[in-house]
């Protein structure tokens, strides 16, 4: 296995903390900011919400398949794609946080009680191959902080849009 035990603790407890930084994130944005888009293909606030809170119900069954399953195949899913046909400015932003919050801490409770023989569990991921439960926790542990900081980005882009319309933009 890649982590000891205390690096696995580490990463758990980043992953436990990561609905806390994307409401830190999102408390800051002003509502005329939630749908604005900082370039083509690029994704809003509100859009990144909906993101995670689909990615944390996908990571939560991802997990339990890995844990409960004998060699699972765990299917990838084209995000771009969810966005469009779940028409994720259409989702209520208060239902995707509570996703994340109830989600993360039902999935904490798990990950806390696993054995070295479940982390040590594998199976194969549509779009990378083998996977383990060690490569699911350095995934979602990074989840959120890196759309925390997409976020802040995209807040920052909108900003500077509102001083000097059209620089910001790609």
């Not at 888009?37 to 944390?56: F, M, N, Q, T, Y």
């Not at 549509?126 to 490569?135: I, V």
Request: aromatic letters at 8%; hydrophobic letters at 40%.
């Amino acid at each position: 296995m890649r982590f000891t035990a205390a690096e696995r603790k580490q990463l758990i407890d980043r992953y436990e903390k990561g609905p806390e930084k994307i409401r830190d994130a999102f408390a800051k944005v002003p509502r005329d900011a939630w749908n604005w888009r900082p370039g083509a293909g690029k994704w809003s606030v509100h859009e990144i919400l909906a993101h995670c809170a689909d990615a944390e119900m996908n990571a939560a069954a991802r997990i339990r398949y890995l844990v409960a399953e004998e060699k699972p195949t765990i299917q990838g899913f084209d995000q771009d794609k969810w966005a469009r046909a779940l028409d994720y400015h259409h989702t209520r932003v208060e239902l995707a946080l509570a996703a994340m919050d109830v989600l993360r801490a039902h999935t904490v409770n798990l990950l806390r009680r696993l054995s070295e023989t479940d982390w040590a569990r594998e199976g194969t991921h549509t779009e990378s191959g083998r996977y383990t439960a060690e490569d699911w926790l350095e995934t979602y542990a990074e989840h959120l902080e890196k759309h925390a900081r997409q976020i802040d980005r995209t807040l920052a882009a909108w900003r500077e849009e509102q001083t000097h319309p059209g620089v910001a933009r790609a």
